[in-house]
């Protein structure tokens, strides 16, 4: 199995999208726990680290990114 990397700013896509319409989320906390944050309406939710990698769809950027 792939082991997907990110740290606190990582900028993801997840699957499923928001009720507020927003499928994009920053990550907030790394650890067993994962703690995400909607960019649309700011609502912050944590997830255990083994579905939170099962729901990701992509990562877009990383918080050390100079591309930004």
């Not at 896509?13 to 944050?37: F, L, S, Y």
Request: proline fraction near 3%; include cysteine.
């Amino acid at each position: 199995m792939e082991e997907k990397k990110y740290t606190i700013g990582t900028i993801l896509t997840m699957k499923k999208a928001h009720p507020c319409g927003e499928n994009n989320w920053q990550v907030v906390r790394v650890g067993a726990d994962i703690k995400i944050k909607c960019l649309n309406c700011g609502h912050v939710v944590m997830l255990p680290r083994i579905e939170f990698n099962k729901k990701i769809k992509k990562i877009i950027s990383f918080s050390g990114d100079k591309n930004e």
